[in-house]
């Protein structure tokens, strides 16, 4: 079938397995050229749990063909059929798995829901047989907590609890942007309410990673010498009103809870949890949240005139390569460079003042006429597509695609 993208409301619906697989591989090259040789004490066995897109992806590609480590990796993808294409997940962890396979690194791909007991059961089980594949001791080095779902299903009572995007106290209107049509339009929220408020934090929040390095401690596989982290925005205060004081941002005040609770429970077996600040990028999520896609395109307009643009990879690249096991932190955790509350900021180019006062300045004055050349709506557009596959330099859309295969021969300029 010939596969395009359909986008609805700013949402993508489909995929394209080899754009999927392009850019999987990309990322791949961009990890062994940046990460291959650095580092003093590198993670020879890696959990990720929401490994399949993302930051989560960038993370477990870091891992696996920066360091060398085996890893295994879980996620909630659908699959294709032969009439309708799978989630991108579904062909990024294809894509790895396959590529690792080659490489000669050991990985396992856990499909399922990571919230369950179940879940992680099996998680313990393939950290084993992939320590013995490998012929490393069976004990996790680096677990990333990287879930991102809408909802959740509580492991002990088995009441589902579903999150909202919306500010808490006011309603919410704003300027945002139609990246598909490069046109204004005004996006809202009403106010949530406390139970929204509440299954919010239940789902975005940190009780699950304590629950997983509870249950990686008791099966017996996590290192005394683990590193844990999870990963959190938080933004300019212009997007506070729908995002840090929202919703989302209590459902981050408690992950930030989490980690405090897994210090200090773990503190006299040597394992620490960092939370690591990440910068604004463009996800299947971030583009339906009102004002976001207006703010990225400024912000990304003026970090590509100084030179200062990353996107998930190359944020991931450098959290393990200068802040987790750089030649000082490597040796000593304490050494990982933090903030006043201990958290690591990979948003530090982003927040830099110049970098924000450009951003609002453009913000401020950019109109319908000057869109197209005062944001970079146009590389928001194409962040958004490539996410799902297309919109990727070399792969051809015109090619008659087959939903249940990626071809991992297909060479492209991207």
């Known amino acids: 079938m010939i596969i395009k993208p359909m986008v609805r409301n700013n949402i993508c619906i489909n995929s394209h397995p080899a754009g999927c697989a392009a850019v999987v591989r990309r990322q791949i090259e961009y ?26 992806l960038a993370s477990r590609i870091s891992a696996a063909f920066g360091y060398g480590a085996a890893t295994v ?24 798995d396959a590529e690792a396979a080659k490489a000669g690194i050991v990985s396992k791909t856990l499909d399922g829901d990571a919230f369950s007991d179940a879940m992680k059961e099996n998680a313990a ?35 589902m609890y579903k999150s909202v995007i919306k500010p808490v106290g006011n309603a919410y209107s704003g300027k945002t942007i139609d990246m598909m049509t490069g046109k204004f339009i005004t996006a809202g929220a009403e106010s949530a309410t406390e139970e929204e408020i509440a299954n919010t ?47 989302i941002g209590r459902a981050k005040e408690d992950l930030e809870r989490a980690c405090r609770s897994i210090n200090s429970r ?24 009102p004002i976001i896609p207006f703010y990225v395109s400024c912000l990304f307009k003026v970090m590509k005139e100084k030179g ?17 096991y750089s030649a000082e932190a490597g040796a000593d955790p304490s050494r990982v460079p933090v903030d006043g509350e201990g958290r690591i900021r990979l948003d530090d180019l982003e927040m830099r003042e110049d970098v924000q006062r450009e951003t609002l300045a453009r913000m401020n004055s950019v109109t319908e006429n000057t869109i197209l050349t005062g944001t970079d709506t146009a590389g928001f557009r194409h962040d958004f597509l490539e996410a799902h596959g297309f919109d990727v330099e070399g792969v051809d859309y015109e090619k008659d695609t087959d939903p249940l295969r990626i071809n991992l021969e297909e060479k492209t300029n991207g």
């Not at 032969?82 to 062909?91: D, E, I, N």
């Not at 304590?210 to 933004?235: C, F, K, N, Q």
């Open 125 to 159: 089980r393939a950290v084993r047989e992939s320590a013995a594949e490998a012929g490393i001791p069976p004990h996790i080095d680096l677990v990333i907590y990287s879930l991102a779902s809408p909802v959740r299903i509580d492991p002990k009572t088995g009441v």
């Open 73 to 96: 990796g879980i996620s909630f993808e659908k699959p294709a059929s032969a009439s309708k294409p799978g989630t991108p997940g579904w062909y990024n962890n294809l894509t790895f």
């Open 201 to 247: 934090v239940k789902v975005m929040g940190g009780e699950d990673w304590e629950l997983w390095m509870d249950a990686l401690a008791a099966s017996g596989v996590l290192s005394p010498s683990a590193r844990t982290v999870a990963y959190t925005y938080i933004g300019p205060e212009l997007s506070w009103a729908i995002y840090k004081n929202g919703t």
């Open 266 to 289: 773990f503190a006299g077996q040597g394992c620490r949890a960092w939370i690591s600040v990440n910068k604004a990028l463009v996800t299947r999520a971030s583009a339906v949240i």
């Open 308 to 324: 200062l643009h990353e996107g998930c990879i190359e944020q991931i690249v450098r959290l393990y390569r200068d802040r987790l």
């Open 31 to 56: 990890a062994k050229k940046n990460l291959a040789g650095t580092g003093t004490k590198k993670p020879a066995l890696v959990l990720v749990i929401g490994c399949s897109t993302g930051y989560g």
